[in-house]
């Protein structure tokens, strides 16, 4: 199943699992060591283990879209009709 690394506690890692409503506390030792927050993760279980690898290619998808989002938003040719407090 995929998750998304949340946060940070202490020693722990949050890693909420998307569609299913777990959540995972797991020590930051047990993680790759590439992984950070907003990292997208591989979990398995297996006889009670919980084994985590990470997703890179999932990760940079999630990430391009984000960019194109940003773009998109940048180049909004309407600007927004909220007006900035000064």
């Given at each position: 199943m995929k998750g998304i690394i949340d946060r940070?506690?202490?020693?722990?890692a949050v890693i909420l699992v998307e569609g299913q409503n777990k959540e995972y506390h797991i020590q930051k030792s047990d993680l790759p060591t590439n992984c950070s927050i907003n990292s997208v993760v591989q979990i398995e279980e297996r006889n009670g283990h919980i084994y985590i690898t990470s997703d890179m290619p999932q990760e940079k998808q999630q990430q391009d879209k984000v960019t194109a989002l940003r773009k998109?938003?940048?180049n909004k040719e309407n600007p927004s009709k909220l007006k900035r407090k000064k």
């Open positions: 940070f506690e202490k020693n722990l998109a938003l940048l």
